[in-house]
């Protein structure tokens, strides 16, 4: 997200905490995005979080201002809140249609940008595939192209 946002003439900083956690517990990535330069590296008041997990949920969910929207996978129980709150089918999406769970952080990316747009999707598209080896092009664009069909199933036009 970052990367397709500097492609869209924004500043972006991403920092992100992938230690042992990362082998099946709790992740946290972070973005920020904006017109003026950035001068402070880390989230404070987030517009969007997106939880994938329970325990993330519960967790970073109580961090959250009532301004901001909460995007999760649709098979989370969603913790009474003042939020916006959005339920995707990410995880099953990656699993039953892309074919790879896997590709779920993929899915997530093209569900967010579409429920609440950020940058454009050639942009978010080039970023993506910038970073996944040639043997996997068109299984991520596919994850991407998903997440945005299912959250323009969501999303009343």
């Known amino acids: 997200m970052a990367e397709a946002a500097i492609k869209n003439n924004n500043y972006a900083v991403q920092s992100q905490s992938y230690g042992p956690e990362?082998?099946?517990?709790?992740?946290?990535?972070e973005v920020i995005i904006g017109k003026d330069e950035i001068e402070?590296?880390?989230v404070e008041h987030p517009d969007v979080l997106l939880a994938l997990s329970q325990p993330s949920l519960d967790k970073y969910c109580k961090e959250t201002n009532k301004d901001c929207v909460i995007i999760?996978?649709?098979?989370?129980?969603?913790?009474?809140?003042?939020?916006k709150v959005m339920s995707v089918p990410i995880i099953e999406t990656a699993r039953d249609v892309v074919q790879n769970q896997q590709t779920a952080n993929i899915v997530a990316l093209g569900?967010?940008?579409?429920?609440?747009p950020m940058v454009e999707y050639d942009s978010l598209e080039q970023a993506v595939l910038k970073y996944v080896p040639r043997h996997a092009v068109?299984?991520?664009k596919k994850a991407l192209q998903e997440g945005k069909r299912i959250a323009q199933s969501l999303v009343v036009m």
């Open 22 to 29: 990362a082998r099946g517990g709790m992740c946290k990535a």
């Open 111 to 116: 569900a967010v940008n579409t429920l609440v």
């Open 40 to 42: 402070f590296p880390k």
């Open 138 to 140: 068109e299984q991520n």
């Open 72 to 83: 999760t996978d649709s098979s989370l129980n969603i913790p009474e809140t003042q939020n």
